[in-house]
Each structure stands twice: as structure tokens, then as C-alpha cells.
């Protein structure tokens, strides 16, 4: 009689988003739950049930999408909107999956992100107490955006406790993922991270955003959108990606028949962007909501330049993650943000883009007035350089392969 076939090892994965939910955290964790399936280990996903910027929509409490399994546990998110509920909500969730991590049985890894910000506290605690090695995917940091965001002080007890936490958490981790450069620099100033931090930008889902003909896209059919110079801001609608200068700036275009301004996404930013349109009678502009991750592709191609923007002191705090979708469909890139950064590098290097500063309404203005007015073939051509650069640097199939090259070597799940 054969031994029996050992036990594949089992990868545990603390996220409060996961798909079908649409925010960018859910998704690429998804892909390395994937992938790390296609490779032969057993997967569990533990997540919120209810979405991220919705709570209206209800997830099944039990699912397996490709090979990975998910449990969705129950009063884990009440949205964004409201603090007090989001503090509750990810007290909750946090309660129950430091549980998870402890009970469920022949764990060989523990994975994380920062979704919510503190869960790597609790992941890292039921890893110690477990004896596994737990692997960090800094998205973003705190108490850094809190504190350039002036929402708590940098000599407050939250402040302090949160940058305990960091290090207990730095300190535990086999392996930490950070998304930039300037990301890393902040983090190597609060522990010593010498032979398990790597630096990798996050992917883009090329498989939904393939470009589409303008012509026939049905977004821009159904918008209105067919003849016009469209310019789109698409994603997190946060104090962190501030629009106000473009906004201005759309308020002085006001009365351009042939230009369009579109804001797909949400967040709390998003009142801010409503009021405008609203006070201004801005009809040249839209306001939506998320769209369907399977119309992606069609939203996102609808744009004939997109905007990404980076609050002035978030350099290294998060990393703008959307300028990805963006590239993936053959766009060029308005930035508004500070120099230099992970954008200015992109731009700086490959040149598909430009630069605006915030505040410099004048300049956004006068930036474009000119970029409309470029020729469409020269448009095309640096959107075409972002998708060369995207497919050849930041593709997902080589960048997935490259993180869960690093789980397994820095969690030690090889058997080699």
C-alpha cells in the first residue's frame, strides 16, 4: 500500500477585503492567493463580509474561487463613512480573526496587509504565539498618514502606540513587501529589515482593463462621452489624492462644450467633489460611483488622459496605485503631486505624462488647455509608451511570480 500523500501546507491570509469586493487591496491579494494555489499549497482567506465602500452588498460567508478558500466572517465592516463604525467594525474583525489564527489547524504561514491598518498586530501576535513565520505587504503606512493628515499629532499616544505597534510588527515578519523606494526608507529607520525587505510595485488587473476602441466603447456611449477630450480621475476619492486644483481647474473650463471631466470612485473626498459640480453647475462633469470590476476595461479606456494624484507630504505614506490601471489601458498620465516620487520617476524616465504641482491652479490651466490641443497621434504614442513600460516592468504575471517567489523562500515553505 503507497504512503499517503502529504498534507499540502496550508497559507493563511488576514484581509478585510477580498473579491468580488472592488478595492484594489482585495484584488491583489487575490492574485497571490491564487497563485499560490497554482503552486500546490492550500489557501485560506479570511475577510470581511459585507464591502468595503458599500456595506449594502453581502458577500457569501463561504466560498471557493480558484482553489482559494474563503470564509467571510460576519459584522466585520460597516463602511467608510462613519468612524466610530469603522473603528467598530474593524475591532470586530480583527477579535475574530486573531482567533482564526490561533484555532485553525497545521498552519505553515501567516499573510498580511493593511486592510485594516492594525491587523498585522493581531497576525503578528497569533504567529508568535503559533511559532510560524508571517509575512507584512505594506500598502500604506500609520501613524504616517494620520499625521500628515494632521489627524493626530507625532507626539500623541496614538502616535505612539501605533508606532510600537509598527515595530512589533517589522520586528515579527519574515518577510515585509513595500511598494517604492521612499516607502522603504521609512520603514528602515524603525527596524533593522537588511535580508527581508524587497521592493515591489503592485500590478496592474490587466485582464479587465485591455484598451477598447473610443468609438465603440459603450461607457462612453452611454455617458455622453463620444467626440469629447475626456480627462478622468478613477479611484479612492481621499484627503491623501487631493483634487482640488483639478477641480479649479474644471470650474474654468466650465463652459468648454468639447472637454469633459470625469470622477469615478469613492471616499470620503468624494462630498468634496459633489459639492463643486453642484455649486458650480458644472454639466461638463461627472460624478460616479465604482465601477463593476468586469466593466473596468470600459471606464478606465473611456479617459483620453487620466489623472493620478499624490498628496504633497504622502510620498513614501501610500503609493498611487491607479496610475497602473491607467498605463495598462494606453493613457497618458496628468500628475498632480510633489517631485520627486514613485509618479515623477515613472514620468522623469519614460516621459508619457506631466507634472503639476498642488495649488498651481495657472498651471493646471494652462497644462490642459495645451495637452487637448496636442495632436491625437502624439497622445497616442505616450500612452502606448505607459502600456510598453507596464507590460515589460510591472506586468502582474511577473510580478505575482516574483512575490510568491519571496513567500516561499522567506516563510520557508519549501521543503528545499
Not at 180 to 202: E, N, Q, S, W
Request: glycine residues 6%; aromatic residues 8%; charged residues 20%.
Amino acid at each position: 500500500m503507497p504512503p499517503p500523500s502529504p498534507r499540502p501546507k496550508t497559507f493563511l491570509i488576514l484581509s478585510q477585503v477580498y473579491i468580488p469586493d472592488p478595492a484594489s487591496v482585495g484584488q491583489h491579494m487575490a492574485d497571490v492567493a491564487t497563485e499560490m494555489v497554482r503552486r500546490g499549497y492550500r489557501v485560506k482567506v479570511f475577510a470581511a463580509n459585507r464591502g468595503y465602500d458599500d456595506p449594502s452588498l453581502k458577500y457569501l460567508s463561504h466560498e471557493t474561487i480558484n482553489g482559494v478558500e474563503i470564509r467571510r466572517l460576519p459584522l466585520s465592516s460597516f463602511g467608510k463613512k462613519r468612524i466610530l463604525t469603522r473603528i467598530i467594525g474593524t475591532a470586530i474583525f480583527m477579535a475574530q480573526v486573531f482567533f482564526v489564527a490561533l484555532f485553525t489547524p497545521h498552519i505553515d504561514g501567516i499573510f498580511f496587509s493593511t486592510s485594516p491598518p492594525l491587523i498585522g498586530f493581531v497576525a503578528s501576535l497569533a504567529a508568535m504565539i503559533r511559532r510560524v513565520p508571517v509575512a507584512y505587504w505594506a500598502m500604506d503606512l500609520n501613524p504616517d498618514q494620520l499625521i500628515a493628515m494632521d489627524k493626530i499629532k507625532e507626539t500623541s499616544w496614538t502616535a505612539k502606540f501605533l508606532e510600537k505597534v509598527n515595530r512589533f510588527i517589522l520586528r515579527r515578519a519574515s518577510l515585509v513587501v513595500v511598494l517604492d523606494r521612499f516607502m522603504a526608507d521609512r520603514l528602515t529607520t524603525r527596524a533593522p529589515l537588511d535580508g527581508k525587505m524587497i521592493i515591489m510595485p503592485p500590478w496592474s488587473h490587466e485582464n479587465h482593463v485591455l484598451p477598447v476602441n473610443p468609438a465603440t466603447n459603450p461607457f462612453r456611449i452611454r455617458h455622453g462621452l463620444v467626440g469629447k477630450f475626456v480627462i478622468m480621475y478613477s479611484g479612492n476619492h481621499s484627503p491623501a489624492n487631493p483634487l482640488a486644483t483639478l477641480l479649479q481647474a474644471a470650474i474654468h473650463f466650465k463652459d468648454e462644450p468639447d472637454l469633459r471631466f470625469l470622477f469615478i470612485g469613492g471616499g470620503i473626498g468624494k462630498k468634496e467633489v459633489n459639492a463643486v459640480v453642484a455649486e458650480h453647475k458644472l454639466t461638463h462633469t461627472l460624478s460616479l460611483p465604482y465601477q463593476p470590476l468586469g466593466d473596468l476595461r470600459y471606464s478606465l479606456s473611456a479617459a483620453d488622459v487620466h489623472v493620478v494624484s499624490l498628496g504633497s507630504d504622502m510620498v513614501g505614506i501610500i503609493h498611487p496605485c491607479k496610475i497602473y490601471g491607467s498605463m495598462a489601458v494606453a493613457r497618458p498620465i496628468l500628475y498632480f503631486g510633489p517631485s520627486p516620487s514613485h509618479v515623477s520617476d515613472l514620468l522623469d524616465d519614460c516621459n508619457f505624462g506631466w507634472h503639476i504641482s498642488h495649488g498651481d491652479v495657472a498651471g493646471a490651466i494652462r497644462m490642459i488647455d495645451r495637452v487637448r490641443k496636442l495632436p491625437p497621434d502624439q497622445l497616442c504614442e505616450m500612452g502606448m509608451m505607459a502600456q510598453r513600460v507596464l507590460e515589460l516592468r510591472l506586468n502582474r504575471e511577473l510580478l505575482t511570480g516574483r512575490f510568491c517567489d519571496a513567500l516561499e523562500k522567506h516563510l520557508q515553505l519549501t521543503d528545499a
